[in-house]
């Protein structure tokens, strides 16, 4: 039995964050298919609820692959570490950097506003969250965001032993536990639902897709990926806005 991931950003929704109706049509007819079909991404469950129901899909790997649910049931959790995410906080802090927390339900800020959150989860179509800076000291937090731009961020990455640092945005890069990332998460699913990494599929733009592109029996880039993440596809697909998800399914004879 055969499995395909999608990631969400650049891959499932397109740039104004609409499914493609052609998309839409493809996943159906994976499922009719039976193919099983999950979702592989850096968002929070909450942040990707309308677009399970509108799918129809139960399983899927979030926050890079550290917080994992196979048919509704969460079977791997892999939060961040307190302690250094207590450091992480105070050196933000020092350094002007504003952070967000996430958990699987909801996020939380540690100022009030700036304009560097604002840009970046706005481009997600979320808004500011609510401040709480110590939303981390009672609870499981699964992915922080360090709002920073490439220059600033030599201030923190690799200085952190228990964390790994991806930038998704200009002003905005994901901080993960170290060894945490989608790849990870997948081979928990698939080891759950018993499937081999042969039988795997996965398609994905970004550079926190890198890993699970490598890893999966078949990686498939979107022709608007980074060109970096391209390198280590073994099919590079159509643009998300022109069919590229449909395609690819269709290059592989899973539709």
């Not at 991806?166 to 990870?184: C, N, T």
Request: hydrophobic residues 40%; negative net charge.
């Amino acid at each position: 039995m055969k499995i395909v991931f999608f990631d969400i950003d650049g891959t499932l929704l397109d740039h104004e964050k609409k499914l493609p109706s052609s998309t839409k049509a493809a996943i159906k007819q994976l499922q009719e298919n039976e193919i099983f079909v999950a979702i592989s991404t850096g968002r929070a469950p909450f942040m990707f609820e309308n677009l399970r129901e509108e799918l129809g899909i139960h399983s899927f790997v979030s926050f890079n692959g550290q917080f994992v649910v196979f048919e509704g049931q969460a079977i791997y959790k892999n939060p961040l570490s307190r302690e250094q995410l207590r450091k992480l906080h105070k050196d933000a802090e020092a350094n002007n950097t504003p952070m967000v927390f996430m958990n699987e339900t909801t996020m939380k800020a540690t100022v009030q506003h700036d304009q560097r959150i604002e840009t970046s989860l706005g481009s997600l179509q979320f808004p500011h969250p609510e401040k709480d800076e110590s939303f981390y000291h009672d609870r499981d937090i699964f992915q922080s965001l360090l709002f920073c731009n490439e220059k600033e961020q030599s201030l923190y990455v690799g200085e952190y032993e228990k964390f790994r640092f991806i930038r998704w945005h200009e002003y905005s890069m994901d901080v993960l536990p170290r060894g945490g990332s989608k790849a990870e998460g997948i081979r928990k699913l698939i080891e759950k639902a018993g499937f081999a990494m042969e039988d795997v599929y996965a398609f994905g733009d970004g550079l926190n897709d890198i890993e699970m592109l490598e890893s999966v029996g078949t990686g498939i880039a979107m022709g608007n990926a980074v060109d970096e993440v391209k390198k280590f596809a073994d099919h590079v697909t159509g643009h998300v806005d022109n069919e590229g998800i449909y395609n690819g399914l269709k290059h592989f004879g899973l539709i």
